[in-house]
């Protein structure tokens, strides 16, 4: 089989204009949540590692969906990179940017999507080789004004917002040149995943795959 080199941050991005954030409590689910993703065409989500079922949950996701783009999130320290890329993860994100989280970042040449939410945080990461940035907390709509202003000050960087956004502010995003992908949580609503609603979750998903750019 011929080797197939690993996507960039933004080759990742691109797949999907919505990410799902998914905060998983049973592994067991994990598999078939997966699948109902990518079902629904989200080829791209990220688990947050906030429970104690988020390596088990990443590793089912991984195998049971192995063409989706699988991420892991909460990432703060060296040593949560390293276990995110041993769980198999293809891509790594953060609330912020430490100067050990970034040369981490570095050594393993891994993917990686840091939170940032002033210019002064984002000429760090540009420093760091890194532009494609969480912006966190976009507050729904609200960032989407930010995000517009600081396309002619760093014209090389893509963001990618998170933090209360709905399915009605996504289009405004969208519009904007710096941005191809939103993450939220809207996607895998928690009781949904507690009763397995599958079909429900694929529709949600088809939703979320479904919106472009004007």
């Excluded at 429970?51 to 989706?68: F, Y």
């Excluded at 994100?93 to 989280?101: D, F, N, R």
């Excluded at 809207?186 to 939703?207: M, S």
Aim: charged fraction near 15%; charge should be neutral.
């Amino acid at each position: 089989m011929p080797h197939i080199a690993p996507r960039s941050m933004r080759d990742i991005l691109l797949r999907s204009p919505v990410m799902p954030i998914l905060t998983v409590h049973d592994a067991h689910t994990a598999g078939d949540l997966a699948q109902a993703l990518v079902k629904g065409g989200v080829m791209v989500f990220e688990v947050v590692k906030r429970t104690p079922a988020t390596i088990a949950a990443l590793h089912a996701m991984c195998e049971a969906a192995p063409e989706a783009d699988i991420g892991m999130g909460t990432l703060m320290t060296p040593e949560d990179v390293t276990t995110a890329i041993q769980a198999g993860a293809k891509f790594g994100v953060s609330p912020g940017l430490t100067a050990e989280l970034a040369q981490a970042i570095q050594a393993h040449q891994f993917p990686f999507l840091p939170g940032v939410a002033t210019a002064s945080e984002v000429m760090q990461a540009r420093a760091f080789g890194l532009k494609e940035l969480k912006y966190f907390p976009a507050q729904g709509v609200a960032g989407a004004a930010w995000i517009k202003d600081m396309a002619g000050v760093f014209p090389d960087v893509l963001f990618c917002p998170t933090g209360g956004i709905r399915p009605p502010d996504i289009p405004t995003y969208l519009s904007l040149s710096n941005c191809r992908t939103v993450g939220g949580s809207w996607v895998v609503p928690p009781e949904l995943l507690k009763d397995r609603a599958w079909h429900e979750i694929t529709a949600l998903a088809q939703q979320a795959s479904g919106f472009r750019a004007p």
